[in-house]
Each structure stands twice: as structure tokens, then as C-alpha cells.
């Protein structure tokens, strides 16, 4: 069993909450892919074929498991709740999310100290923060570089845009 997973089964022992089979192989696959942001549903499908588990059940696990802090739910905008590792050691992050495939890449957010900073002369206390960049990852830029390429081989000196 690695540190990380042995350190959330820890947690969860020491708020009581039970120890359940399904529990256990959620805070794995938490534990196991740190940089990972799971959906609900990524989870309950990461499930199968071995185990058939309710997706309430995931909901339920989720919830119990935000509820102590061991992980933290992020909103990107999409109406689709992602879930990621709350890790209090680890260094402050924003999100890049493409806004045509949806993948969410991490990139190192300590530049945002000195924002940090200002908030605390505010004596305002941070629960939470979530920074995010919508826009478009290089893959899908690639892709559509490809695709307009194409296009304009196809019909050179196409269409004008209809607009309005
Ligand atoms: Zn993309
Ligand atoms: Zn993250």
C-alpha cells in the first residue's frame, strides 16, 4: 500500500467514518494518480468488470471524502464536477482546460504567492481556491491547423463567412 493511501485511510479513521471496500479503492485511485482530476463517472467506470458499484455510491463516497478534506471538488465551468487530491503540502496550481476535448493539464502556480499574500492583509482566510484557464490545449490547436489546411486545399479561395 503506498504512503498517500496510507495516509488518507488514516484520515478518514481518525474523522470515523467507515472503511468500506469501495471506499477503499476510490482513496486508491486518488492516491494512485495525484495529478488526476476525476469526474463521478470516470471513477464509477474505472470500476468495472470486477465490481459493479452504484454510481450514488460514488456520489456518496465523493461527498463523504470532500466533506473531510481529503479531496477537494473543482468546477471548471463545465457543470461537471472534478474531483483532485486535497494535498496541503503541495504547492499551489492553476488549470488549464480545453475548451474542445475538456482535458485538464496542472501547471505550477507559485507565482501566485504574492496574490496569497495580498489576501492575507485583507485578513481574509482562503478555504479554497481554484484558478482556471479556459482556452485551447496544443493538441486540439494541432488538429485544427490540420483541418484548416485541409479545407483550404479542397475549395481554394472558399466561401465568404455568412454573417449575422
Ligand atoms: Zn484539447
Ligand atoms: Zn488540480
Known amino acids: 500500500m503506498s504512503q ?9 479513521r481518525r474523522e470515523n467514518v467507515r472503511l468500506t471496500r469501495q471506499r477503499e479503492i476510490i482513496c486508491a485511485m486518488f492516491a494512485d494518480h495525484p495529478d488526476q482530476h476525476f469526474t463521478a463517472d470516470a471513477l464509477w467506470r ?3 468488470p470486477e465490481d459493479a458499484v452504484g454510481l450514488a455510491t460514488i456520489y456518496r463516497t465523493l461527498s463523504v471524502f470532500e466533506d473531510v478534506g481529503l ?5 471548471i465551468g463545465d457543470g461537471i464536477a472534478r474531483y483532485e487530491l486535497a494535498d496541503e503540502q503541495a504547492m499551489p496550481h492553476c488549470h488549464l482546460i ?6 485538464v ?15 492575507r492583509t485583507r485578513e481574509f482566510v482562503v478555504r479554497d481556491q481554484t484558478i482556471v484557464f479556459h482556452g485551447y490545449c496544443s493538441e486540439c490547436r ?3 491547423r490540420e483541418t484548416k489546411a485541409r479545407g483550404k486545399g479542397e475549395i481554394e479561395g472558399g466561401g465568404q463567412d ?3
Request: charged share 35%; proline share 0%.
Open 4 to 12: 498517500r493511501k496510507m495516509q488518507m485511510i488514516e484520515r478518514l
Open 46 to 48: 474505472a470500476f468495472y
Open 71 to 75: 479531496i477537494k471538488r473543482i468546477d
Open 98 to 103: 480545453c475548451m474542445t476535448c475538456g482535458r
Open 105 to 119: 493539464q496542472e501547471i505550477d502556480g507559485s507565482g501566485m504567492e504574492a496574490a496569497l499574500k495580498n489576501v
Open 142 to 144: 494541432e488538429n485544427e
Open 162 to 164: 455568412a454573417k449575422g
